[in-house]
């Protein structure tokens, strides 16, 4: 049964003439009476009583028209619906970012997609770097913003372009003095707020910190983002943040000194899944922002870019 039977059938039984449906269908008649016999020979039953001047239905016809009719609807609508999505007038992006990000660059971002692209439904996905490059290379997600390690090699399973390099600062309740950096040094002995295992700013810290000759002491550790930020505005200690969520936490912000702190930025995606129209638009969304702040100095503070 194909839809052109189905199509053809309708027109018959609507015009209750063979001729006048092939015109209706922009078909030669003979072809049209040569398809609907080919579709009662697939169902078993004449769809037609046919006499000179009069086409009417039979029973197994009746029975057939209101299901022909709903077909070439939904048929229709799937047609639609699949021109929409091309059109990006409809869609979905399923997102994956760090929550540092989720609360920094990415609502920036998704306000001008959503401006561009209102139909298109966009799902967040927060976790740790470590976790969103698993979650995508099982499918899971379209894009994913994600740390690239200090080695700079992703999972070969993904597509990643760097976008950002971000400096890591020390923000605390109050200004560290009247100093305007400080060594990784002076955090010995100095209890720190940290985040819990998965946080790749954590890994960073511990790294620095083993790097300079000692292992960091805890006020408290195992918190979120947000609870980071409010153990740190309590009063528990210093904690090590990225320069972007630290700009805006209204906490005081201390630069490290030279070579500092940093981590890099990359968008990723899955290298043997084609992106989707929605996603790839997203993507672009993203690195055009990127360039048109780089270029307007807007960049946030601490930032600059990777991007060519």
């Not at 700079?152 to 950002?164: F, I, R, S, Y």
């Not at 320069?243 to 906490?251: D, I, K, N, P, Q």
């Amino acid at each position: 049964m194909q839809l052109q039977q189905l199509r053809y059938f309708v027109a018959v039984a609507e015009t209750r003439h063979f001729t006048r449906a092939a015109e209706a269908a922009h078909v030669a008649q003979p072809s049209l009476s040569q398809q609907i016999r080919a579709l009662e020979r697939e169902l078993g039953a004449e769809l037609f009583h046919r006499t000179r001047g009069n086409i009417a239905l039979t029973d197994a016809g009746d029975a057939l028209l209101p299901l022909a009719r709903r077909i070439l609807a939904d048929t229709e609508s799937a047609r639609l619906a699949v021109q929409e999505t091309v059109q990006l007038r409809r869609g979905r992006v399923r997102l994956g970012a760090p929550p540092s990000l989720c609360t920094s660059l990415v609502p920036d971002v998704l306000r001008v997609f959503r401006d561009r692209y209102p139909g298109v439904a966009l799902l967040v996905r927060e976790g740790g770097s470590r976790d969103l490059v698993r979650t995508l290379a099982a499918g899971e997600l379209d894009l994913a913003l994600i740390i690239t390690p200090p080695s700079g090699e992703a999972a070969p399973a993904l597509d990643v372009t760097e976008l950002l390099h971000e400096e890591l600062v020390l923000v605390s309740r109050s200004a560290e003095g009247r100093r305007r950096k400080v060594r990784v040094a002076e955090l010995r002995g100095r209890p720190l707020v940290m985040f819990r295992e998965g946080y790749d700013v954590r890994e960073a810290t511990l790294e620095a910190c083993r790097a300079a000759g000692f292992e960091p002491e805890f006020a408290v550790e195992g918190g979120e983002m947000d609870a980071v930020l409010g153990f740190v505005g309590a009063g528990l200690g210093p904690a090590v943040l990225p320069g972007m969520v630290a700009a805006r936490s209204g906490l005081a912000v201390t630069p490290f000194a030279g070579p500092g702190l940093g981590r890099n930025i990359a968008v990723a995606h899955g290298r043997e899944v084609p992106l989707t129209r929605a996603a790839a638009a997203l993507r672009e969304t993203l690195l055009a922002h990127l360039r048109d702040a780089a270029r307007d100095g807007e960049l946030p503070p601490g930032t600059r870019l990777l991007l060519a």
